[in-house]
């Protein structure tokens, strides 16, 4: 994934996440409709909205997860986005939507995460503890040396920048000032990457 489609793409997630006023946008039965002068929709974004106009939601789900849910035929049929005069209609799910399909695209560097994770959590050395799903590193410091791993992976730095940037809490500071990255959060996320088929995007 390069870098300007990586920032294309979770700008994109951060502006559909942040839920902004109701001025900014009015429901259309599963459609968000903006102006199609709204920030996010403007310049080299708008190539991208419009391949997703083509893809519906039934090309994007894969057959066992349809299957599972039991969506309506008239949901599956309907596209991602719509162009409407004026208007951009993006389907309301599109948001989570990208979001995993940047976590599919950097899925080598979040297995390889997950896999750090593990090896800090047998070799502690008493900076790292586990608490209730959490890896919490007690002081800030002790974070930025164990991320230092990562130094010259690019997509690594894409999926740290997504898990502390954007709105997907997954690492954060808590108010003792210790590092937590919420490891049960991104397990549940390899498991829900099962549920889509990226195949046409």
């Known amino acids: 994934m390069t870098t300007d489609f990586y920032n294309e793409l979770q700008t994109l997630y951060v502006a559909l996440s942040k839920y902004p006023s109701y001025s900014d946008y009015f429901y259309k039965e599963n459609y968000k409709c903006f102006n199609n002068n709204y920030f996010f929709l403007k310049g080299e974004r708008t190539k991208?909205?419009?391949?997703?106009?083509?893809?519906?939601?039934?090309d994007i789900y894969s057959d066992t997860h349809k299957k599972e849910m039991g969506f309506p035929e008239n949901y599956l049929n309907q596209k991602l986005i719509n162009f409407d005069e004026n208007r951009v209609c993006i389907i309301d799910s599109l948001g989570p939507i990208i979001y995993y399909y940047i976590l599919n695209n950097l899925k080598?560097?979040?297995?390889?995460f997950i896999k750090q994770l593990e090896l800090a959590k047998k070799?502690?050395?008493?900076?790292?503890?586990?608490?209730?799903?959490?890896?919490k590193f007690h002081?800030?410091?002790?974070?930025?040396?164990?991320?230092?791993?990562?130094?010259?992976?690019?997509?690594?730095?894409?999926?740290i920048h997504l898990f502390t940037k954007t709105k997907s809490h997954v690492i954060n500071i808590n108010l003792y000032d210790e590092i937590e990255i919420n490891e049960k959060k991104i397990i549940g996320y390899i498991e829900t990457l099962q549920h889509f088929n990226f195949e046409n995007l």
């Open 48 to 58: 991208f909205l419009e391949k997703l106009s083509n893809i519906s939601i039934n």
């Open 108 to 112: 080598p560097e979040l297995d390889e």
């Open 123 to 135: 070799d502690s050395r008493g900076y790292v503890k586990i608490d209730n799903g959490y890896l």
């Open 139 to 159: 002081y800030v410091e002790f974070f930025e040396y164990w991320i230092k791993r990562f130094e010259g992976n690019e997509n690594m730095k894409k999926l």
